[in-house]
């Protein structure tokens, strides 16, 4: 079955260090790959996606993502940290022709950000 | 602006007891989706729509009913409440054809289920 595997449950990084959150999936065909946020106490926010092309995508906020197919990873990565970055980041994978499961999220990875 | 609602945001109930979660979205988007997000499961799918009187399981659905009698509405029914119900729940909507399409979140409903 089609999965996304967050590694990392919680990080812990110093403000103005860099970031990088790990997604891998498992999916057979090209997928449809997204990074959504979700601050404290609010629904999820699209940060960027991919679907074809250019394998590095920006997104808002200062993000980016890179689509590496040979290791089935989509990691995110922020080249400096601000504490409003503190949240909670969900990969998730889209499938086509899926049943009964059109977008698959991972369990999330929560972001610590330290003065 | 348009946005996404739901309602209510806090919500205690017994077990046993029908409830209605409330969703309303004014941007005329086709697709809307029903999500539970539970620690360390993250977002688990319970039903979506593709458009008016269609409505699919998702992969947490037993216990739960959507209908969709117009764009902008779907509400999630709790047919006899049950205590692993306790969780948040989040409605989304997308626009277009399939699940590639963005999906924009709403804040979200606390349900406690004693």
Known sequence: ?????????????????????????????????????????????????????????????????????????FNLRKPSVHWSDAAEYFCAVAQLNSGNTPLVFGKGTRLSVIA | DAEITQSPRHKITETGRQVTLACHQTWNHNNMFWYRQDLG?????????????????????????????NTEDLPLTLESA????????????????????????GPGTRLLVL
């Open chain 2, 82 to 105: 049950a205590s692993s119900q306790t969780s948040v729940y989040f409605c989304a909507s997308s626009d277009g054809q399939g699940p590639q399409e963005t999906q924009y979140f």
């Open chain 1, 1 to 73: 079955a089609q999965s996304v595997t967050q590694p990392d449950i919680h990080i812990t990084v110093s403000e103005g260090a860099s970031l990088e959150l790990r997604c891998n999936y498992s999916y057979g065909a090209t997928p449809y790959l997204f990074w959504y946020v979700q601050s404290p106490g609010q629904g999820l926010q699209l940060l960027l996606k991919y679907f074809s092309g250019d394998t590095l995508v920006q997104g808002i906020k200062g993000f980016e993502a890179e689509f590496k197919r040979s290791q089935s990873s």
């Open chain 2, 41 to 69: 499961h993250g977002l688990r799918l319970i039903h979506y729509s593709y458009g008016v009187q269609d409505t699919n399981k998702g992969e947490v659905s037993d216990g739960y009913s959507v209908s969709r009698s």
